[in-house]
């Protein structure tokens, strides 16, 4: 399961393809390996801006083993752990890069607005960058966020027209759905993730809580009383979200600390499906330090939709390919100076 990373359409071609127009900026909260991101499948136009994690004093950037294992051990000890957004000058750096490289626009694709002001950084960043960028809310996290960069990278190596690889990121970040589940709640209580879902738990002391993301927040969705019923209705509900999708799904099982778990699920909630693309993830550690030791998330998305036609831009966005249908609200998308950067919420992913 380790490795299946999808391929764009332009793999196999004798000839070498155009070079790409467009980029693809996102945070370190979206799950990707550096393999995916450094192989030709990415086409060398995606960029990760990393997010701060604060152990006690010192301060990890996101993928480092001695982070990793600091982060597990204070975990483990109930130490101090918090994150942070990046600065808005992490981003300037990198959409100068890009337009240095030759890039003539960004697709910026982040988590959450609700949950981090990340995009809020990015959009500070996009006033001043030479090239337009195009902001995008994803309302989702880990690879809910992960499965839209790389629909926005396929569409990016397909097209020279960002709106359609905005539009390629927003339409997988529409269709994904995560679940997951924490053995305690301690790390989300801290971090104020729970926010008025804390109420629903109300003082139940050993609760299995089964959560969600929905519409860029984290919902409870079940209360379940032993660690074993909680792991059972995660694989149930997974199966469940998997067997009502169509045509080709593309599943990935996150963890911390729990590995062998992990790939236990991984294999029963796609086990019906063999046409389902299934791929394991530890999870990065700004969202492993909220959902602690322990942690099972299943990410479900559809398949990637690459436009057709290469040098789409010279068409305009009008026949750009349709939407994934959802029932929630499509994610917000705000385009570079134009765009108004607002105020970032009082407390990030922190």
């Known amino acids: ?50 997010m701060p994690v604060m152990i006690g004093d010192q301060i990890y950037g996101e993928g480092t083993d001695k982070m990793i294992g600091a982060l597990a ?26 337009a240095a490289a030759g890039f003539e626009a960004v697709v910026s694709v982040h988590l959450s607005a609700k949950l981090s ?12 960058s030479p090239i337009p960028v195009h902001v995008i809310d994803t309302a989702s996290v880990a690879m809910g966020l992960g ?35 924490v053995p305690s709640l301690d790390q989300l209580r801290r971090g104020g993730r729970l926010g008025a879902a804390a109420g629903w738990f109300g003082t139940l002391f050993a609760v299995k809580p089964i959560l969600a993301i929905r519409d860029g927040l984290v919902v409870p969705l079940e209360r379940v009383r032993t660690a074993p019923r909680a792991l059972a209705r995660l694989e149930e509900l997974s199966r469940e979200e998997i067997a009502r999708r169509t045509g080709t799904v593309r599943v990935a099982v996150h963890h911390f600390g729990n590995e062998a778990e992990a790939e236990r699920l991984a294999s029963a909630v796609v086990r019906d499906r063999a046409d389902a693309e299934v791929m394991l993830c530890p999870l990065p550690a700004v969202l492993a330090a909220h959902a602690g030791l322990g942690v099972l998330a299943v990410a479900v998305a559809p398949a990637v939709d ?12 009008a026949d750009s390919a349709p939407r994934t249908p959802t029932a929630r609200d499509v994610p917000k998308i705000s385009t570079g100076p134009a765009a108004d950067a607002g105020e970032g919420p009082e407390t990030d992913i922190d």
């Open 1 to 50: 399961m380790r490795g299946r990373w999808f391929k764009s359409r332009t793999a196999g071609v004798a000839e070498p393809a155009p070079r790409p127009r467009v980029a693809v900026v996102t945070d370190s909260s979206c799950s990707l390996p550096d393999g995916w991101i450094a192989s030709d499948g990415a086409g060398g136009l995606v960029r990760v801006v990393s």
């Open 73 to 98: 051990l204070a975990l483990a000890q109930g130490q101090d752990v918090r994150t942070s957004r990046p600065a808005p000058g992490q981003f300037e750096a990198v959409y100068a890069e890009l």
């Open 117 to 128: 002001g990340t995009v809020d950084s990015a959009r500070l960043a996009a006033r001043s």
């Open 147 to 181: 499965f839209a960069v790389q629909a926005a990278a396929a569409a990016a190596l397909a097209c020279d027209d960002a709106e359609r690889v905005a539009d390629a990121a927003v339409s997988s970040a529409a269709g994904a759905h995560i679940l997951f589940y």
């Open 306 to 317: 690459v436009p057709d036609d290469a040098g789409a831009g010279d068409s305009g966005a």
